[in-house]
């Protein structure tokens, strides 16, 4: 070590030492950067940043090494013999191109390590390389002690680089392996400059073949050029990402139809002006509405001027709002407003009244005026409630009863409209009985192969046959056994009879189920899915379980660890409603899905809404860079076939193949012998014909 320190000290210049220093440090962030877009890409992508990462390693460690011998100053003439310099500059790209290669090559094992090995050599080889082209007017001794110290310097710190940037890890890994790499570098470099003694030699003279310093020097600036030019093409790679990125994130908070804020950008929104008025001294209203009569314009109009209609509206409502006033489209035609710092508790009152006076104004189309009328339910913060959840459903209870009086009312919150919570108390009982009196029932929705048309499996789906209620819909009680966590006992009851009736089918198909957020936080979950597979003997490949991202995001370490369970066992894994959360992108870099689906709020307005179209298109290209099958959902026309297959999706589900039906409507698919049994059909096919069809009043 001293000898080390010894020879950096006396025999080199500081200043191009420092050089040295800044290109190998910057050098290493750039390769290290563009490798990390290796282990992001696929086929030729992958290739293109394998080929440019390797150049930029090669080049940095090649430029750190002759910079270095730059800065040495030993006291004879000498120079560097051309062949065998530029060959060290070679050794040094290919051999770290194929130490990335190794390390890309597969899955996270001892492979990482060999390949960093790899990279290592590769830089003690290009030393040793480039010093047996280095020629002066004396002999060379070498210590063969640090000579070899030197190999295994460059070789174990390579491994160790390559082990931090290439394994999955937080991003601190990454800032580790490029110190590592650095070490890699300047270790095996100086630990091999020590290894050196030079004995004066007056009988030998450097021949006048070889490349001066001066040369040397315009060589480097030309390396260094190649190196400015790849931080160039990651740099404008980056931003281009990072654009994309922001825009795809403003199409997912943001309604396509009438480009409002959606409901995600409503609860981002709605949370910052809590979060800024904690101390409850600004009033803060949340104001729920929706459209009457709408339905009416869209039966006797079309689909067409309703869309007109929302448009028109949303368009008149965003003109009249003031300074702390927003407002979002949830859905459909529901809308929400906010309105903050108001100084009376009246003023959300006279915002409302604005509102309602934009809204009932009539919209042309097509020669015609259509006009609507809306109800809104107003709750107000901090005297109502203090959470955005509590508010909105507040805002929600006091709308419908807004609408219980007339069009155009406005009715603000009052505890007694809680009534509605203790009947949603009393289904949450009714719920527990309903298992019991097996009130509960599987429908399936077929799953296609949209080139085919062939069933390629089925979402279950559930149903409840309340004997005084009827038929309630899951999007009214499986949010109450969400909360209540009774989820954990409806889930394990529809796992279990659905794998029990799938296991008994004569034609193997796949089938899909939800699994709620609540269920997604039971660390058990996994060992109990494998229970259920145990227990009523179906496949695990033939098992898919849908996931939301609502479902991951609250706490994602803990998600991701029960989805990596569950993949073990062989169960396929699908991320549902894709496009509706902000923070897909992420997600997908982050969880191992085996599918998306595509929400059906985006399929529906492919045809007519060009924002719509822009995230299908965008999630089926990214998917297909992730090597991950799509699956679109809301499928209920031949146009959106279209669409979808000029796209390249593969998976479709939707009215146009079938409604959900009980097991018995699907048993003439399900009983039917897999494919070579019976000449003539393919597994689960349907023929395009008699597919039933959505009827016209949906």
Request: proline letters at 4%; a negative charge; one cysteine or more.
């Amino acid at each position: 070590m001293l000898k080390v320190l010894s020879c950096i000290a006396t025999d080199h210049s500081y200043g191009l030492l420092a050089l040295a220093a800044l290109v190998c440090v910057l050098g290493s962030i750039l390769t290290v950067r563009l490798y990390v877009r290796v282990q992001r890409s696929a086929g030729m992508q992958k290739l293109n940043w394998l080929f440019m990462s390797g150049v930029v390693g090669g080049s940095t460690i090649w430029m750190t090494h002759f910079i270095a011998m730059l800065s040495f100053n030993p006291p004879l003439a000498h120079a560097y013999e051309p062949m065998l310099t530029m060959a060290s500059l070679a050794a040094a790209i290919v051999i770290t191109i194929m130490g990335f290669l190794i390390t890309a090559a597969g899955r996270p094992s001892i492979v990482i390590e060999f390949g960093g090995c790899v990279v290592g050599a590769g830089i003690a080889i290009m030393h040793y390389t480039g010093m047996a082209g280095y020629q002066i007017a004396g002999r060379l001794e070498w210590d063969q002690s640090h000579y070899a110290a030197s190999v295994f310097l460059g070789i174990g710190f390579g491994a160790v680089a390559m082990s931090l940037i290439a394994r999955p890890g937080a991003p601190a890994r990454q800032y580790a392996g490029i110190l590592a790499l650095v070490l890699a570098i300047t270790t095996m470099h100086f630990t091999g400059m020590s290894a050196i003694t030079i004995i004066p030699d007056s009988l030998i003279v450097t021949s006048n073949d070889m490349i001066p310093e001066s040369l040397l020097t315009v060589v480097v600036a030309i390396i260094g050029l190649m190196l400015a030019l790849g931080a160039s093409t990651y740099a404008i790679d980056l931003q281009s990402t990072r654009g994309a990125a922001e825009r795809f994130r403003h199409l997912s908070l943001h309604d396509p139809l009438t480009g409002l804020p959606n409901r995600v950008a409503l609860g981002e929104k709605l949370q910052e002006i809590i979060d800024r008025h904690k101390d409850g001294t600004a009033g803060i209203a949340v104001l729920s509405f929706d459209l009457d009569r709408f339905k009416d314009v869209n039966d006797v109009h079309g689909h067409a001027a309703g869309d007109a209609v929302l448009q028109g509206v949303a368009g008149r409502m965003s003109k009249v709002l003031g300074k702390g006033e927003f407002i979002a489209r949830m859905g459909g035609d529901e809308f929400v407003a906010l309105s903050s710092n108001l100084a009376r508790y009246d003023d959300a009152t006279a915002f409302a009244s604005r509102l309602v006076e934009a809204i009932i104004q009539p919209v042309e189309w097509e020669g015609k005026k259509l006009q609507v009328g809306t109800s809104v339910g107003i709750s107000h913060y901090p005297a109502d409630a203090r959470t955005p959840q509590a508010l909105l459903a507040q805002a929600d209870l006091a709308m419908y009863r807004a609408k219980a009086v007339g069009s155009n009312a406005v009715r603000r919150y009052e505890p007694a409209m809680d009534d509605a919570a203790r009947d949603r108390s009393a289904l949450a009982m009714d719920m527990r009985q309903g298992i019991e009196r097996n009130e509960f029932e599987l429908y399936y929705q077929y799953q296609n192969n949209s080139l085919t048309r062939d069933v390629i499996g089925f979402e279950v789906l559930l149903r409840w046959h309340h004997p005084v209620r009827g038929m309630v819909p899951p999007a009214e009680f499986i949010p109450i056994a969400d909360r209540n966590g009774f989820i954990h006992e409806l889930g394990d009851w529809v796992l279990r009879t659905a794998c029990h009736q799938a296991a008994c089918w004569t034609n193997p198909l796949k089938i899909a189920v939800n699994v709620a957020p609540g269920q997604l936080t039971n660390v058990n979950l996994a060992a109990r899915v494998q229970e259920i597979l145990l227990e009523t003997g179906l496949e695990p490949c033939r098992l898919e379980l849908e996931i939301t991202e609502s479902g991951i995001i609250a706490d994602q370490q803990n998600a991701l660890r029960i989805i990596r369970q569950l993949k073990q066992l062989g169960v396929k894994i699908a991320m549902d409603d894709y496009g509706t959360g902000y923070s897909s992108l992420t997600t997908l870099q982050n969880f191992p899905f085996d599918k998306i689906k595509i929400d059906r709020a985006f399929i529906d307005g492919v045809t007519t809404s060009r924002q719509s179209a822009a995230i299908v298109r965008s999630t089926i290209i990214l998917a297909d860079s992730l090597g991950i099958p799509v699956l679109a959902e809301g499928v209920e026309c031949e146009e959106h076939m279209d669409f979808l297959l000029n796209e390249g999706c593969p998976q479709v589900q939707g009215y146009l193949f079938g409604r959900p039906m009980p097991l018995s409507e699907i048993s003439h698919v399900v009983n039917r012998p897999p494919c070579g049994e019976l000449p003539g059909h393919q597994a689960g096919g349907i023929e395009p014909e008699t597919l039933p069809m959505r009827s016209a009043v949906g």
